[in-house]
């Protein structure tokens, strides 16, 4: 596996069934439905994943765009949006050329620890530019440098256990780590950031940062940060 997007961009074992896939992606639509700022809002989901509950979204608000990388699940997004008419699917070069501020709330879930530090950088600048005035960036489901895979395994495992797939995510537990994934992630690696780096990347990129709490998703143990632009800073 050359990189993370050929990664997702294949057939990969970590929805452990189809429940887990739904109640997963109706969850992230519910937690990115409470971020938003009112029914006018433009809002931008990067890295997406397959997104399957983005239409509930999408009924809340202005325009819905729709960033992924992985040119498979792009397709999947597009057969599964493309009737709705405020459902924009876009790749990561799509979103670089949009109009400077466009967008009234960012959402980044559960993508940092797939990018490199210095990938990261150059989407804050980008993302920064998109924010209109008193728009928002959230950054979720961050991976701190002590949080374990056993931690991440748990709170599957707790998650669905509140949502009856719990046989499903052990069988799919021992097969993940059997799988290409734990190969993966010894070879690729995930990129990691405390709250205090994460906080000062974000300031040194202009916005003003705080902790989000609580993180998007099931797993607590993970990170959420909400930066705004900072009036002062000029675009250069
Ligand atoms: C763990 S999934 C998260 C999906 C979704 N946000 C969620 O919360 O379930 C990470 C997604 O980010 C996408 N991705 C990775 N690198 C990316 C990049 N540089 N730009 C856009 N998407 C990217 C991957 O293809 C994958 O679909």
Same mark, same amino acid.
């Given at each position: 596996m050359r990189d993370w997007i050929s990664y997702w961009d294949s057939d990969?074992?970590?929805?452990?069934?189809?429940?887990?896939?739904?109640?997963?992606?109706?969850?992230?639509?519910? #937690?990115?439905? $409470?971020?938003?700022?009112?029914?006018?809002? $433009?809002?931008?989901?990067?890295?997406? =994943?397959?997104?399957?509950?983005?239409?509930?979204?999408?009924?809340?608000?202005?325009?819905?765009?729709?960033?992924?990388?992985?040119?498979?699940?792009?397709?999947?997004?597009?057969? $599964?949006? =493309?009737?709705?008419?405020?459902?924009?699917?876009?790749?990561?070069?799509?979103?670089?050329?949009?109009?400077?501020?466009?967008? #009234?709330?960012?959402?980044?879930?559960s993508l940092l620890q797939y990018l490199k530090r210095g990938e990261l950088v150059a989407l804050l600048k980008v993302w920064r530019r998109l924010l209109a005035p008193g728009g928002a960036l959230v950054i979720a489901d961050v991976v701190g440098p002590q949080q374990s895979a056993i931690a991440d395994a748990l709170s599957l495992l707790d998650f669905a256990r509140k949502n009856g797939f719990l046989t499903a995510a052990i069988i799919g537990l021992v097969k993940?780590?059997?799988?290409?994934? $734990?190969?993966?992630?010894?070879?690729? =690696?995930l990129t990691t950031y405390d709250e205090a780096e994460m906080l000062k990347l974000l300031t040194d990129a202009g916005f003003d940062a705080a902790r989000l709490r609580p993180n998007l998703g099931h797993n607590q143990g993970r990170m959420a940060f909400r930066a705004q632009k900072k009036a002062a800073l000029t675009d250069s």
């Open positions: 990969h074992p970590i929805y452990v069934n189809a429940r887990h896939f739904d109640v997963h992606y109706a969850n992230i639509a519910d #937690d990115i439905i $409470r971020l938003l700022p009112g029914k006018e809002a $433009r809002v931008l989901d990067y890295g997406c =994943g397959e997104a399957l509950h983005a239409d509930k979204i999408a009924g809340r608000c202005s325009t819905l765009y729709l960033c992924e990388a992985a040119p498979t699940v792009r397709s999947h997004l597009q057969e $599964r949006f =493309g009737k709705i008419a405020n459902i924009a699917v876009t790749s990561p070069e799509q979103v670089e050329a949009m109009e400077p501020e466009s967008l #009234d709330l960012i959402v980044a879930n993940t780590t059997l799988s290409d994934y $734990r190969k993966i992630r010894a070879e690729l =690696g």
